[in-house]
């Protein structure tokens, strides 16, 4: 039996991810990326390497993309407008402000092509083990043929609304991993200068009233003083950031604190510390706190790399002027 086949444009942290689950699945996934060492890895995984967006619209009547800034999905709609085929569907699950994504709707509705906005709920490391949320919105007859797929890359998918309720849905939900996040780094760091061990505060708060997703998901990074294998940049969550921020301050909505985890996550990016996990912000607060985990030597020489440029004296007056 021929194998289904499934396009994949975007082939970074969360499109390799979705990627390796639909070839676990035995779909061909037609995948490409601009970045080369992206695509290197693609057909490692068992992918098939397209040269180009149009030739993915011209062998997959159902492409995901999965790309990092307004510009790429402009240039992804006008490429694949170029290749269309018959009740050809385009899957879009970036987080990109919602006027950018109608733009690209009605340029593919042109020739043809149904996109849905479907943006996703969850970290790198939980699409590898196929732990994401979809939140769709658009044409629900399109929603219902493109579920098959959804089901193989994400361990739930709900159908929100019309176009752009998908996108509303996950700046919603990205609002609340922004406060979580900060409040994970800033319950750890109370625990840690306290004298708790952050080990078995991590396993029992878990366990308790005041866990959050993003306690389980970042609490152990927080734990380990270890940011690089980052599930989410710093610098990429500044994007996510604005859009949210420029969301609600066209509805005229107060997010005073979503607003407050603003400047934490600015600190972030002075620090050097743009191309860590986010769990990283525990960093910035651990450096207002005073507070250095002084047990390890390698440990010490990773706090004061973070904030080599810094001296003692202006460390936190120097975050303060962020904020």
Not at 60 to 75: R, W
Not at 214 to 235: C, F, H, I
Request: overall charge positive; proline content about 4%; hydrophobic content about 40%.
């Amino acid at each position: 039996m021929a194998r289904k086949t499934v396009g994949m444009i975007g082939l970074g942290i969360m499109g390799s991810a979705m990627s390796a689950n639909l070839i676990k699945a035995r779909f061909e996934v037609v995948g490409f990326d601009v970045i080369e060492r992206c695509r290197r890895a693609h057909k490692k995984a068992g992918g098939t390497l397209a040269s180009h967006c149009s030739e993915v619209g011209r062998k997959c009547s159902v492409t995901v993309t999965s790309l990092p800034s307004v510009e790429a999905l402009l240039e992804t709609a006008v490429a694949l407008a170029k290749s269309p085929r018959r009740l050809q569907i385009v899957i879009e699950t970036s987080t990109l402000p919602i006027p950018v994504k109608e733009e690209a709707r009605r340029m593919l509705a042109a020739r043809g092509i149904t996109l849905l906005d479907c943006p996703l709920s969850g970290t790198g490391a939980q699409a590898r083990v196929k732990d994401l949320i979809v939140y769709a919105s658009g044409d629900p007859k399109v929603y219902r043929r493109a579920a098959p797929i959804l089901e193989e890359f994400a361990r739930a998918h709900y159908y929100v609304g019309e176009f752009g309720a998908g996108s509303k849905t996950k700046f919603v939900a990205n609002l609340l991993v922004a406060i979580h996040n900060i409040a994970a780094a800033e319950a750890m760091v109370l625990a840690m200068k306290s004298g708790l061990d952050p080990s078995t505060t991590l396993k029992v708060i878990t366990d308790g009233a005041g866990n959050s997703r993003m306690l389980e998901v970042r609490g152990p990074m927080m734990v380990k003083n270890d940011y690089s294998e980052a599930t989410m940049k710093v610098q990429t969550w500044q994007k996510d950031m604005s859009i949210i921020g420029d969301f609600a301050r066209k509805l005229e909505c107060p997010t005073p604190l979503f607003s407050a985890t603003a400047p934490i996550y600015t600190a972030a990016m002075a620090s050097g510390l743009g191309a860590e996990d986010t769990a990283s912000v525990c960093a910035v607060l651990e450096n207002l706190a005073n507070y250095s985990r002084s047990k390890s030597p390698q440990k010490t020489k990773r706090k004061s790399r973070l904030f080599r440029h810094a001296p003692e004296g202006k460390r936190q007056s120097r975050v303060g002027r962020e904020a």
